[in-house]
Structure formats: C-alpha cells, structure tokens
C-alpha cells in the first residue's frame, strides 16, 4: 500500500447507511456518491482509499447494526471494482470486528480501528481495549494480510483517565499488541497533530506510524519526514469541508506538493 516515501490516504466519507438516523433510503445514491469520491481521488493520483461512515451520528458503540454491515460491504467492494486501489475501512464507532468482516468478504486490505489499547471516552461514551478479540478474530479467519492501523489518544475523544500513559507509550502498547500500525490525531477532525509528537512516535516504534487528521497543503512538509503515510479527508473536499465531495483540483495540487517530497 505503501509505494512511496511518504503514502497518502484519501478518505471517501460515506453518506448515511441503513441503519443510521439520516439514511435517506437510496443505496444508490450511497454507490454513486462513494464511486465518485473514490474516482476522484485515484485521478488526483493519490495512493490508497479508505471508507468511513462519518455520516452515521449519533454513533453506536463498539457495533453497528446488521444492515449497515452489509451496506458496508456492498459499498467497499464497488468502490474496490470501480477503482482497483489499496483500500480500507473504519466503522464507527469501534465497530472494529465488525469492519474486520467486512474487509474480508470485500477484498479490503487494512482496517482504521479506534479503542485498540487501553480505554478512553468519546462522544458515544466509554470506549474499551478491543486489541485481544480484534487480533484474534483476524488469526481465527486467516486474513493476517488485512492490516490494523490503531488510532492511538484518539480525536473527539477525553484522555483523563490515561493521564499517566504518554502518547509514545500508548504507540509501544499498541505494537506490542500487534497492531500493524499507529494513527495520530489531533483534538477532532481537521485539527492536526503536532510534528513533533509524530517524530517522537516515529523515533520508538518499528511499525508504521500515521497522520489521522489536519494534514493539509500547508503543513504535509512537516509530517511527510516521520510518517510512513498520511490520512486526509477535509483539506481535498470542495471548501475543505468534509461534508462535501472530493475536489479534484485540491487534490492534484496537494498530489503536486507531496510529490515534491519524495
């Protein structure tokens, strides 16, 4: 997935699934508006695809219902067909065994998972380890291949009780629980870490460490030398909006600046 220096994944933010408060009744709709994101994204010569049920708040927690796990898998494996990327998946809220299933049945190749170690408390509550059921499940099914990138003090999401368990620390834990890699975010959505605590990660860890939110045209220079790839959703939708579709002409600008890096 990762084929140069500094990868860039580019977010296709579904519209809400069955299932979901705001499901507007069209799966069509759904396809046709993710296939776009998606084409947009490979003509703008990004590198990887991941989907994301952004649009489905209120969130459950750690489960969604059967139905969005099937409008899941229907999407993942169109925009798979349509597209022929790297590609993978975050169900939210933690909906982590249930993602797992639908990158296997789809073909995906890496899941965004949320409450790998430790606990912390997001919007929708209380959100537990789920490393030892996710791990497992993937050994049980033989889909080894479908790489885990572990958010780790995750966005959108209150740190108190591991107050005591540094950011590099969490980084370790999730390795040594095997996660394929680590996501570093900062406080919510289009808000950016700090460089330097994406070096700091990347100075203690073997596996691959990657920018969650905030990265933008502005500052990929500063995130590019330590990360091994970069998530970005809002900074390439019309407006920097994520909300909207993908822009192609932010994206072939940014895909400019990246490339200038390498």
Not at 14 to 25: D, I, Q
Not at 176 to 205: C, L, M, N
Not at 224 to 252: E, F, Q, T
Request: glycine share 10%.
């Amino acid at each position: 997935m990762f084929n140069r220096k500094c990868s860039i994944i580019g977010v296709v933010h579904l519209l809400p699934l069955p299932g979901s408060a705001g499901y507007g009744g069209s799966m069509d709709e759904i396809l046709r508006f993710a296939v776009g994101d998606a084409l947009a994204y490979k003509e703008g010569g990004v590198d990887t695809l991941l989907i994301e049920n952004m649009h489905d708040v209120p969130y459950l927690k750690g489960h969604v219902e059967p139905e969005t796990v099937a409008a899941c898998a229907v999407v993942a494996q169109a925009v798979k067909y349509e597209t022929m990327m790297p590609l993978g998946i975050q169900i939210l809220a933690g909906a982590n065994l249930e993602a797992l299933g639908v990158a296997l049945s789809s073909g995906l190749d890496f899941l965004r998972v949320e409450g790998f170690v430790f606990a912390h408390v997001g919007d929708e509550g209380l959100q537990d380890s789920c490393a030892a059921s996710l791990i497992r499940r993937r050994a049980a099914l033989r889909a080894d291949h479908i790489k885990i990138y572990a958010d780790i003090k995750k966005k959108h999401s209150a740190h108190a009780m591991t107050a005591d368990v540094s950011l590099v620390e969490t980084a370790e834990a999730a390795e040594f629980f095997r996660a394929d890699g680590v996501v570093i975010t900062g406080s919510a959505t289009g808000r950016p870490p700090s460089p330097e605590s994406v070096s700091a990660v990347r100075q203690s860890i073997t596996t691959a460490v990657l920018v969650g939110s905030g990265v933008s045209g502005e500052n990929v220079r500063a995130f590019a030398p330590a990360a091994d790839a970069l998530i970005v959703g809002s900074a390439l939708k019309y407006d920097g909006n994520w909300r909207n579709h993908v822009d192609r002409d932010r994206v072939s600008r940014f895909m400019e600046v990246v490339s200038s890096l390498q």
